[in-house]
């Protein structure tokens, strides 16, 4: 699969991040009131941060994600479609016991799902810089 550019932009439900600019949008969550921090949700792996929720902030080198309308399982870039039925490949990765949501993405590369998404924390975003 490939991804295309789309037409019209998705707007986005979620903001992923890797390598330095993951680092750099955890440095500056860290920062962030709690009650703010509290209005996202998100996975962390090394080398990765992703944020769900609106009002995501802006860091230079993430790549904003939206909810397909054909597959609404998945996040996939907010300016690319994939270049195959989006309904396919959600019906795939879910028949396959992925959880929504479904971050699939080109750069990164990755497909994994956001299931375990937890509320955001000033301590969580320490302990992933830390580790």
């Known amino acids: 699969m490939r991804f295309v550019p789309r037409g019209e932009p998705l707007p986005p439900a979620a ?50 994600l939206g909810r397909e309308p054909e597959a609404p399982a998945l996040l996939v870039p907010t300016t690319l479609a994939p270049d195959v ?12 016991g992925t959880r929504a949501p479904i971050v699939v993405c080109d750069e990164p590369a990755v497909i994994f799902s956001a299931a375990a998404a937890r509320t955001v924390s000033a301590a969580g975003l320490r302990r992933w810089l830390g580790a």
């Open 15 to 64: 903001v992923l991040a890797h390598g330095e600019a993951a680092v750099r949008l955890a440095r500056r969550l860290v920062r962030r009131p709690a009650a703010e921090l509290a209005r996202w949700s998100g996975v962390a792996a090394p080398g990765l941060l992703l944020l769900l929720g609106e009002a995501l902030p802006w860091i230079d080198g993430v790549r904003y």
């Open 85 to 96: 039925p989006a309904a396919l490949v959600e019906r795939r990765l879910v028949g396959e």
